[in-house]
């Protein structure tokens, strides 16, 4: 009989260690949100700070203050180059600073969510994972907790898998382990995990929230994002019931559903019983409420954010923020001022998925206007890339309303995209539209 706590011991070792592994020239992958590992970040900044390691090309999605504070730092991104598969606030302060400093300190890399796994294993090739787990099991295994989506493909492919054990990792069930035999180091490190801070809600997300849940059927699945919307969304789902989740992102508005008892997934028609999710960002709540339950199963990214997996939901719902909307139906939800802003992430997953469900509904939602109401979400032209192309738009809300775009001809969706415009700006959008001979 394996004796898997003498593997353990055998692979433990110090921070500084266990990044001294890492040679110059990797390819790290390094885990999202919450999975980022504050005591293996800190080592290997600490490495490339003394020089002793160079060109290591760091892959991941949503880095946190805690890559931010280490392997992230402006002056180190000569030796670390930062490879992001979703900006965020540390990413657009970095390429402002490299702007004002004539070189380049991070790289997009787009993709697709769904995608991920194999871009990092097969079409780079990563050779490094880098991720907080939860203490090991009596069987050997570490569960990748809030973290499945890219890690757990990451683990059964690169060269070096070396984990930070942090007890505050919830052990969470479903396809999200990792044995202690694949691993090359492990540290040990116990820390409070990231919260994802609550963002204030506004009058138009109490309005789209009411909106969206008035289109939610008793019995439907759901998949929420993250901010103020999606939070308004599922406070005004408390009258619902039997609801299910199939979602990327599993949120404190979401897991508030299950305790109140709105969410009993009892009436799924995959995984009945089971919310899936592939990461959480919440608070300390969320993760205690994740910790050994049986509720849930966390599935890597490449399943739960697959279309015709999504699909197999009946009456599945989802819920996506956009920043523009142009007047063809087609909206851009990672760019602005003329920069990468975030990433597509999971929206065009969801939107294919949930609109082939049976009696399912694709809603991409945003306010009506931006820039303390001084320019328009709705667009003659979008200013980036189309997120999510014209075809695959399902249903649109803004405060002003809710329209399917499905069926309708260009002229009948530029008019009912104006509609969901603010008022002001409604005239002088028709004026565009006659102008692209849409009307």
Request: negative net charge.
């Amino acid at each position: 009989m394996t004796d898997f706590a003498a593997l353990y011991a055998e692979r433990l070792t110090t921070p500084q260690a266990a990044a001294a592994l890492i040679p110059s020239g990797a390819k790290v992958a390094m885990a999202l949100g919450v999975g980022q590992p504050p005591a293996l970040l800190k080592a290997l900044a600490d490495r490339a700070e003394a020089r002793q390691v160079w060109d290591v090309n760091l892959y991941y999605l949503l880095s946190t203050a805690i890559a931010g504070e280490t392997v992230m730092r402006f002056e180190l991104t000569d030796r670390i180059r930062p490879h992001s598969l979703f900006h965020g606030a540390i990413e657009r302060k970095l390429e402002a600073r490299g702007i004002e400093e004539g070189r380049r300190a991070v790289w997009f890399v787009p993709t697709g969510f769904q995608q991920t796994p194999r871009v990092l294993t097969r079409e780079i090739g990563v050779d490094t994972l880098l991720a907080t787990v939860s203490s090991m099991d009596a069987e050997g295994y570490f569960s990748l907790g809030t973290n499945t989506d890219y890690a757990l493909a990451v683990s059964k492919s690169a060269e070096r898998v070396i984990l930070e054990v942090n007890p505050h990792m919830p052990r969470v069930f479903g396809d999200c382990r990792v044995h202690v035999s694949q691993v090359a180091a492990l540290v040990e490190h116990s820390a409070p995990l990231l919260e994802a801070g609550k963002a204030p809600q506004q009058p138009q997300d109490l309005a789209i929230g009411a909106l969206i849940a008035g289109m939610v059927e008793d019995g439907s699945t759901l998949q929420m994002g993250i901010g103020a919307l999606p939070d308004a969304v599922c406070a005004a789902l408390h009258d619902h019931r039997d609801l299910g989740i199939h979602t990327e992102m599993l949120t404190p508005g979401l897991v508030e559903l299950m305790k109140a008892g709105v969410v009993t997934n009892a009436r799924k028609t995959l995984h009945p019983g089971k919310t899936v999710f592939t990461f959480s960002m919440g608070n300390r709540s969320t993760y205690e409420f994740l910790h050994e339950n049986p509720a849930f199963e966390a599935r890597p990214v490449d399943y739960v954010n697959d279309p015709a997996v999504i699909a197999r939901n009946a009456k599945m719902i989802s819920v996506n923020a956009t920043l523009q909307i142009d007047l063809f139906g087609a909206c851009c939800s990672e760019y602005l001022n003329g920069r990468q802003y975030t990433a597509s992430g999971g929206q065009l997953d969801f939107v294919r998925g949930a609109a082939a469900s049976e009696g399912g509904k694709s809603i991409i939602a945003c306010h009506s206007t931006a820039a303390k109401g001084t320019a328009s979400r709705i667009v003659a032209r979008l200013d980036g890339p189309a997120t999510t192309p014209r075809n695959d738009i399902h249903y649109v809300v803004t405060e002003h309303g809710a329209v399917n775009l499905k069926g309708l001809t260009d002229d009948a969706r530029a008019r009912a995209l104006i509609s969901l415009a603010a008022p002001e700006f409604r005239e002088g959008l028709e004026r565009e539209a006659k102008a692209m001979g849409l009307l």
